[in-house]
Structures are given as C-alpha cells and as structure tokens.
C-alpha cells in the first residue's frame, strides 16, 4: 500500500534553517508534493519533485531520493510567517496524479 | 492558476441537519475534489466531481450522506446530509490548474469551510 511519514512537530528560531523529512513507501512513483498550509487556511503548493536531487526555489528547497524513498524540505533565514503545517503527499499506485496521498503534516513552530 | 473561492467559509449547524457548500473556480478546470480535513488530521480524498455526471466517491464516503453536484466546468457544491458531531470539520474545495499544473497534478484550494456541528 501507500504510506507516508513526517515528524509531527518541529521547532526552530527565527533566522535559523530547519529541514522537515518526508518518507514514503509507493508502488510506483510519479513524483512528490510539498505544501504549505497556515492555520485556518488552505494549503498551498511549495515544491514538485520527480527527479532525484536538490531544487531551489527562494529560501525553501526540496529534495528527493527515488531509491530512498525519502524527501526533505529545507527552509532557510526562517521568519515567523514560516511557522505552519507543511504536508508531503504523493500520488497512488495507477499514477493518477490528481489523487494525491497525503502525510499527516508537520505542524513548524518558528519563535524569536 | 486557479482562484478557488468557498462558502459559507463557516457555520454551526443542529444535529440532524444538512448543509450545503459552494465551490467556484475562476477558471475552466478538468478537476474538482472535495476534501475533509478533521482537526489533527490529514486532508481525506471525500471524492471527485465530475461535471455532468455522478461524483466518484472514495472508500469509506457515500452519496447519501455526501451528495455532490458540478453542473459546469467552474463550480460545484458538497451537500453534508444529517450531520452529526462526527461531522464537525473544515471542508476543503480543491482542483487542479492549468499548464504545468495540469500535468504534475498540482493543486489548488478553496479557503476551506469550517463547520460545527452541535
């Protein structure tokens, strides 16, 4: 079956950088989704890897490892806006990209 | 992108009672789902609309208690039926854009609909 992993909660200071870690276990593999989602608020889209390696966007980073099966996100110069609930999710068996599994998300405390 | 707006954004409700959400996207969309997303928990697949026709629900959600309608490619409504403090929730619209979007299955949200069942 599908099933993915992430720490519950995290803590960090502002300024700092903090690396949140994803594993997941799939039949098939069609790529791995990071989102963003403030409390109260709705999820939003950070990352997309279905390559191996490191991508760069500002001062968020995702990365992945296939034959791992691991991903992390890195965020770097931390700021409180950063403090939510950062969710990996990956597509099922079938490849079916629109029905995304998701983790239980790792709920980030940034404090001063 | 997609622009995804919900209402109610939220509402308390009686036991017993049904509620119905509103999902509009800005944008013609192939995709529409319906999430629930219960506190402490990971966002639940409820099942995808599909315009024109019966909604495909996923394991454990069923019609009657979940009705869903997508009369055009722009919106959709969830209908939550008999509620019960089980029910008490946010209710996420989501769907996929256009684009890159469309082939990596990114997807976009609807601010989501809190209920409270009493």
């Known amino acids: 079956g599908q099933n993915i992993d992430q720490p519950t909660e995290m803590t960090a200071t502002e300024g700092a950088i903090v690396q949140i870690n994803c594993t997941y276990q799939?039949?098939?593999?069609?790529?791995l989704f990071w989102y963003q989602q403030h409390a109260g608020e709705a999820p939003t889209f950070l990352s997309y890897?279905?390559l191996d390696g490191l991508e760069e966007k500002g001062r968020f980073s995702s990365f992945l490892s296939r034959s791992k099966g691991y991903s992390y996100l890195l965020l770097k110069e931390l700021q409180m806006k950063d403090s939510a609930s950062y969710l990996c999710?990956?597509?099922?068996?079938?490849?079916?990209?629109?029905?995304?599994?998701w983790g239980l998300g790792t709920s980030l405390a940034v404090n001063p | 992108s997609a622009v995804i707006s919900q209402k109610p954004s939220r509402d308390i409700c009686q036991r017993g009672t049904s509620l119905t959400i509103q999902c509009q996207v800005d944008?013609?969309?192939?995709?529409m789902f319906w999430y629930r997303q219960q506190p402490g928990q990971s966002l639940t697949l409820i099942a995808t609309?599909?315009?024109?026709?019966?909604?495909?629900?996923e394991s454990g959600f069923v019609i009657d208690k979940f009705p869903i309608s997508r009369p055009n490619l722009t919106f959709s409504t969830l209908t939550v039926s008999n509620m019960s403090p089980e029910d008490s929730s946010i209710y996420l619209c989501?769907?996929?854009?256009?684009?890159?979007?469309?082939?990596?299955?990114?997807?976009?949200f609807g601010e989501g609909s809190r209920l409270t069942v009493l």
């Open positions: 989501s769907a996929t854009g256009s684009g890159r979007a469309r082939y990596t299955g990114e997807l976009f």
């Open positions: 944008s013609q969309v192939t995709m």
């Open positions: 609309a599909n315009q024109g026709s019966e909604a495909t629900y």
């Open positions: 799939t039949s098939g593999f069609n790529g």
């Open positions: 890897n279905v």
């Open positions: 999710a990956v597509p099922p068996r079938g490849g079916n990209n629109r029905k995304l599994i």
